[in-house]
T-cell receptor, first 115, second 110 residues
Framework: DARVTQTPRHKVTEMGQEVTMRCQPI?????VFWYRQTMMQGLELLAY????????DSGMPKDRFSAEMPDATLATLKIQPSEPRDSAVYFC?????????????FGDGTRLSIL | EDQVTQSPEALRLQEGESSSLNCSYT??????LFWYRQDPGKGPEFLFT???AGEEKEKERLKATLTKKESFLHITAPKPEDSATYLC???????????FGKGTKLTVNP
């Protein structure tokens, strides 16, 4: 089965450091989503792209977070500078075309701990 | 504001003891309701999409149903391997954003 691949799976770093998370979507999927999951808030959408173009990043703290798709096989989510409140599991998901009708397929996440 | 509420938060069943999980939603113009399963340390795994009231979908021991205000995930004769957190999410008309509930953690004891 085709899968979304995320790296690293775990990341522990100190406050103020830059963090970069990577995602390889399923080949042929043209829509990529970034989510954050915490115990308190559950799964929240941060941003998403279609055909590598950003469509919505309203869920993302703009001052420290940035998301890009350098090419169709790579999406990145960066945090600079990182803060303890950014500790969470970050998931990438990909899908075909209009996400309203097609399911999103998730990777296994990056578990981020900011000390 | 779009909201998805799942109940109960946690459910313990004995193997073979059937039950249902509830997902109630408030969204203007539902476009689709999705059920996912999430195992510890893993990402959500897609189970079903439901689009209109009255629709039902089945997969092995799971059956999902949809009304205008809620969805149920029925688990028939569950097995320990059905233990997971089950997440419900909705997309409203004109949007592509999934709004998730907090999930129901299901434990099935042998």
């Amino acid at each position: 089965d085709a899968r979304v691949t995320q790296t690293p799976r775990h990341k522990v770093t100190e406050m103020g450091q830059e963090v970069t998370m990577r995602c390889q979507p399923i080949l042929g999927h043209n829509t990529v989503f970034w989510y954050r999951q915490t115990m308190m808030q559950g799964l929240e959408l941060l941003a998403y792209f279609r055909n590598r173009a950003p469509l919505d990043d309203s869920g993302m703290p703009k001052d420290r977070f940035s998301a890009e798709m350098p090419d169709a096989t790579l999406a990145t989510l960066k945090i600079q500078p990182s803060e303890p409140r950014d500790s969470a599991v970050y998931f990438c998901a990909s899908g075909l075309g209009d996400g309203g009708n097609q399911p999103q397929h998730f990777g296994d996440g990056t578990r981020l701990s900011i000390l | 504001e779009d909201q998805v509420t799942q109940s109960p938060e946690a459910l313990r069943l004995q193997e073979g003891e059937s039950s249902s999980l509830n997902c109630s939603y408030t969204v203007s113009g539902l476009r689709g309701l999705f059920w996912y399963r999430q195992d510890p340390g893993k990402g959500p795994e897609f189970l079903f999409t439901l689009y209109s009231a009255g629709e039902e979908k089945e997969k092995e021991r799971l059956k999902a149903t949809l009304t205008k205000k809620e969805s149920f995930l029925h688990i028939t004769a569950p097995k320990p391997e059905d233990s997971a957190t089950y997440l419900c999410a909705v997309i409203k008309g004109g949007s592509e954003k999934l709004v998730f509930g907090k999930g129901t953690k299901l434990t099935v004891n042998p």
